[in-house]
């Protein structure tokens, strides 16, 4: 079946740094979704790419879509201490299906040092 | 209602016991998805509907789970002889499709603890 990886695992970065990560997939998407989970919430809709290449930002966030259709990065710029959280990547839409289906990463879990 | 509704929102049951969770998705909203998360996991896809039907059932790990939505908004996850692996917080989203973004809004879940 469909599975996402998501690297790395776990980051413990300084208040202030950019923060990277990376989703991949085994299978083609045709949507890319990127999540944040707090402590006993549910996950909360970061950024949604729709197109392979597509570069798209929510103020400090950046999010591409890869052009295979594989992968995904999330960028966070300027990392303040409310940045932490579990960021999960979610695909949507096998190829040539009407599929809904979402499926989800393993999750980063970011920690902010202030 | 505004958001995701989900109760109760904590549920501590025996092994072997039945256990349901219902989720009150938004307004409006005809497509609802149940997840479950494990611990240091992300959520796991258990069913979809459209409206009152289960599109994809693909994910209820056996026929102990069960969910049903009846009337097309509130859904309830029912699960019988409750296992300890059955432990985890079970996710409800609901979206509304064809609105471009399929975005999934989730409640803030239903832990249950399978002693």
């Known amino acids: 079946g469909q599975q996402l990886n998501q690297s790395p695992q776990s980051m413990f970065i300084q208040e202030g740094e950019d923060v990277s990560m990376n989703c991949t997939s085994s299978?083609?998407?045709?949507?890319w979704l990127w999540y944040k989970q707090d402590p006993g919430e549910g996950p909360v809709l970061l950024i949604a790419?729709?197109?392979?290449?597509e570069l798209t930002s929510n103020g400090r966030l950046t999010a591409q879509f890869g052009i295979t259709r594989k992968d995904s990065f999330l960028n966070i710029s300027a990392s303040i201490p409310s940045d932490v959280g579990i960021y999960f990547c979610?695909?949507?839409?096998?190829?040539?299906?009407?599929?809904?289906?979402?499926?989800f990463g393993p999750g980063t879990s970011l920690s902010v040092i202030p | 209602g505004a958001g995701v509704s989900q109760t109760p929102s904590n549920k501590v049951t025996e092994k072997g016991k039945y256990v349901e969770l219902r989720c009150d998705p938004i307004?409006?909203?005809?497509?609802l998805y149940w997840y479950r998360q494990s611990l240091g996991q992300g959520p796991e896809f258990l069913i979809y509907?459209?409206?009152?039907?289960?599109?994809?059932d693909s994910g209820l790990p056996n026929d102990r789970f069960f969910a049903v939505r009846p009337e097309g908004s509130v859904s309830t996850l029912k699960i019988q002889r409750t296992e300890r692996g059955d432990s985890a917080v079970y996710l409800c989203?609901?979206?509304?499709?064809?609105?471009?973004?399929?975005?999934?809004?989730f409640g803030a879940g239903s832990r249950l603890t399978v002693l």
């Open positions: 989203a609901s979206s509304f499709p064809g609105s471009g973004a399929n975005v999934l809004t």
């Open positions: 509907f459209q409206g009152t039907g289960a599109a994809d």
């Open positions: 307004s409006g909203h005809t497509a």
């Open positions: 299978s083609i998407f045709n949507t």
């Open positions: 979610a695909g949507l839409g096998l190829m040539k299906t009407s599929y809904d289906k979402v499926i």
């Open positions: 790419l729709y197109k392979a290449g």
